[in-house]
């Protein structure tokens, strides 16, 4: 990253869907963790899919969708789960995935 950004921090998450082969389902919650960008402190949303089916021990891939979420502070990352837009993702998508997988990361330098 870019000087300066040291305090940023990086918020991967990635979404098992309980229907896997539903494209609706899977654009409504791409539609919906690109609507975060919006929240005050996001930097920037990635919002993906997995790009290789490749079978390696240290490949995940099983996942339906994923995004990464970079804040500008420790407190833009702790304000965003209880802010409403983020409530209303997790109202309006969260009864469509089976597992998620949360990794936050800050940088070391």
């Known amino acids: 990253m870019a000087e300066g ?8 998450v990635l979404f098992w869907l309980k ?9 409504k919650v791409a539609r919906g963790l690109h ?4 929240i005050p402190g996001v930097v920037d949303v990635h919002v993906g899919v997995p790009l290789t089916s490749e079978k390696a021990d240290h ?6 969708v994923g995004a990464l979420i970079i804040f500008d502070s420790a ?6 789960s209880p802010h409403p837009i983020h409530e209303k ?14 990794i936050d990361s800050v940088n070391l330098f």
């Not at 490949?59 to 339906?64: D, H, P, R």
Request: hydrophobic share 35%; glycine share 8%.
């Open 35 to 38: 609507g975060l960008k919006v």
């Open 75 to 80: 407190e833009s990352a702790k304000s965003y």
């Open 89 to 102: 993702f997790m109202a309006d998508c969260g009864d469509l995935w089976g597992r998620v997988l949360v």
């Open 5 to 12: 950004t040291k305090d940023y921090i990086v918020h991967n």
């Open 59 to 64: 490949i995940e891939n099983g996942y339906a």
């Open 19 to 27: 229907n896997p082969d539903s494209q609706t389902d899977l654009d």
